[in-house]
């Protein structure tokens, strides 16, 4: 297979699949899902191209994409590409603070937005930033503009400015002249702590990331679906597409995150990257089924004990399953799995990469077990996605997957942080030399920032080094670890974990509020708010009893001691979560202080 320099990418395509479909997305009106051909796909990029010519973008100019997941992201993205210059995502969520931090920070005078919230966030920051951002180009075309808005532009009127000659000109002198070294994006971290930091990622770097992929998932092909649903504006969404499109896979985008169950459902794929939340909820909804099926659920627990044995005992390691083992599984298979993958829209599914965070063994066990072929792993914006994951064959449930092709990863003895190198890590965070100082050893390995151990080639995660707490007895914890084990649980929806410095563990809590309420009704618990539900002491016993059964695999000092009860759930929106849902652990403690303090009071 030949890598193609993203300048190029999409119009080789065009020439090898012309007609066939490329990307599909649902329109608002109709509902109905709508296909663009290669063909329609490299024409959308050229134009879009030959308009940024037009407008006088220069090679290697930053332009900046704030928008939701539609196809005009995509023509934006390899537009830029082909005229050498680098696009910077923002994510669509973004307040207009954090919009004119990276917007000033990349030095951005043309960003695209996706609907009306983007562009009014956008307004506002052009109007604080009248020196830096001078037009924006909307993509949604029922976005109101406002009236005393003069300069802006709806995409379509856009890419019909640059069609001419002397454009087209530039743009073919561009891709012709366009280098691996060109910077290709700059992507701003979530900023747990902190500003967010620029990660710059050059061609080189997703060239290599397509070749070791070519070699670690030769089965992704042309005749595969995928759903587009995780931010393109997240390393994993964008890194994922970019696999798809050099294998001509159809792209079926996701608009609406809220969307995702129907999207699924009505598109079917067969090939989705997600993070673990996604799979999670799937876990827990599934065990709450099979809790209430009566009479149906020993069926379906050896379903699972007999998936379970097929998939981890045998198929993982390369073997043959003895006859008996093979005929039960395939009736199961053919009954009990495929009727939740039907459920679920899953059913044409066959490969599943899964990363963003830590996924529980018991839940990634469970999933394969019912023959959802999970394929976990680990990566960082900083090393263009993909540092390690599953083998097809000879994973080990408990790592986070066998280092990529080429890729050099060792473990700092001084305090067991993951170190990379690699023709796929990043050149460096922009306009921050003393940060780059920081983030790579004296030998090139940059410096991750988790703590993990290797068995082989297999790598294992323990815990960001940041995060993890010392409480006041001496003892170090890993708050993630706490917080994975709990949320398993289907009463439990957010955890997060308080102990640095303090003589115990504790927790806030977010609980599932459905289940809850209806263990209420069920249990004739009466109560006027949702407040007044949670301090109910029937309440606070089930929770607690539900920590402690998901804690017995822990160490006496880092279970949960005592723990409170959140009637609203952390978001994006109150500065609770980053955009790539990390808990903002200095937010929460400055937020819920009182809170915590009354936890440790005798």
């Known amino acids: ?73 995509f023509y934006t993205y390899f537009g830029a590409y082909s005229n050498r210059v680098a696009d910077v995502p923002i994510y669509a969520t973004s307040s207009p603070e954090q919009i004119a931090y990276i917007v000033k920070d990349a030095n951005i005078h043309t960003l695209f937005v996706g609907e ?58 561009r891709i012709s002249e366009a280098l691996p ?26 060239l290599e990331a397509m070749r070791t992929h070519a070699i670690r998932i030769p089965q992704v092909n042309d005749k595969d679906v ?81 998936g379970r044995t ?68 680990y990566g960082l914006s900083e090393t263009t996605a993909t540092v390690s994951f599953f083998p097809e064959v000879g994973y080990e449930v408990g790592s986070i997957g066998t280092v990529m092709p080429d890729l050099e990863v060792r473990i700092d003895p001084a305090n067991s942080e993951i170190l990379v190198k690699g023709k796929t890590v990043m050149s460096g965070y922009y306009k921050m030399p003393e940060e780059n100082a920081r983030a790579f050893t004296e030998d090139g390995f940059f410096r991750t920032g988790d703590a993990g151990y290797m068995k082989g080639d297999v790598l294992y995660f323990k815990e960001r080094i940041k995060d993890l707490y010392k409480t006041s007895n001496g003892k170090y914890i890993a708050p993630q670890s706490i917080e994975l084990s709990v949320t398993s649980d289907a009463f439990i929806e957010q955890v997060a974990v308080i102990g640095d410095q303090r003589k115990f563990v504790s927790a806030l809590i977010v609980s599932a509020f459905p289940l809850l309420e209806e263990y209420a009704r069920s249990h004739q618990i009466s109560y006027a708010s949702r407040e007044e539900l949670l301090a109910h002491p029937a309440i606070n016993r089930l929770i607690e009893s539900r920590i402690e059964a998901c804690q017995k695999h822990l160490a006496p000092f880092e279970k949960i001691k005592r723990f409170t009860l959140l009637p609203a759930p952390f978001t994006i929106d109150s500065g609770e979560l980053t955009d790539t849902l990390k808990l903002r652990r200095r937010v929460i403690l400055e937020r819920y202080a009182s809170l915590i303090e009354a936890m440790y009071q005798e």
């Open 1 to 73: 297979m030949i890598n193609y320099h993203y300048a190029e990418l999409i119009y080789r395509q065009a020439e090898k699949y012309g007609n066939r479909t490329a990307l599909r997305y649902r329109d608002d009106g109709s509902g109905r899902w709508l296909r663009v051909s290669w063909n329609d796909f490299a024409e959308k990029v050229r134009l879009t191209a030959m308009a940024m010519a037009e407008f006088g973008i220069q090679v290697q100019e930053n332009i900046g994409v704030c928008s939701q997941n539609m196809p005009e992201c």
């Open 310 to 377: 097929y998939h981890l005992d045998y198929e993982r390691k390369g073997e043959r399953p003895p006859l008996w083992l093979g005929v039960r599984y395939r009736i199961y298979r053919n009954t009990v799995f495929a009727l939740l993958k039907r459920v679920l829209g899953l059913q044409n599914g066959r490969f599943f990469p899964v990363a963003g965070a830590p996924l529980a063994d018991n839940v990634l066990e469970f999933l394969l077990s019912v023959d959802l072929s999970l394929r976990y792993g």
């Open 226 to 306: 995928s759903l587009c649903f995780l931010p393109l504006t997240h390393i994993f969404e964008r890194g994922w597409s970019c696999v798809c499109l050099t294998r001509g896979t159809v792209i079926a985008i996701n608009r609406d995150p809220k969307m995702i169950q129907r999207a699924l459902r009505e598109v079917c794929p067969t090939v989705m990257c997600s993070v673990p939340r996604f799979w999670e909820k799937v876990y827990i909804g599934a065990r709450e089924k099979i809790r209430a099926a009566g009479p149906l659920r020993a069926v379906f627990e050896d379903a699972i004990r007999v």
């Open 116 to 173: 009306q919230q983007q562009y009014n966030n956008a307004l506002i920051v052009r109007r604080q930033l009248p020196g830096v951002l001078s037009r924006l180009v909307v993509f949604d075309p029922s976005v109101k503009l406002s009236p005393d808005d003069k300069s802006s532009i709806y995409f379509e009127d856009f890419i019909r400015l640059g069609d001419n000659a002397h454009a087209g000109s530039a743009v073919k002198i």
């Open 181 to 206: 070294e060109d910077i290709a994006t700059i992507i701003y971290t979530s900023g747990t702590t902190g500003h967010p930091k620029g990660v710059v990622l050059r061609h080189a770097n997703y």
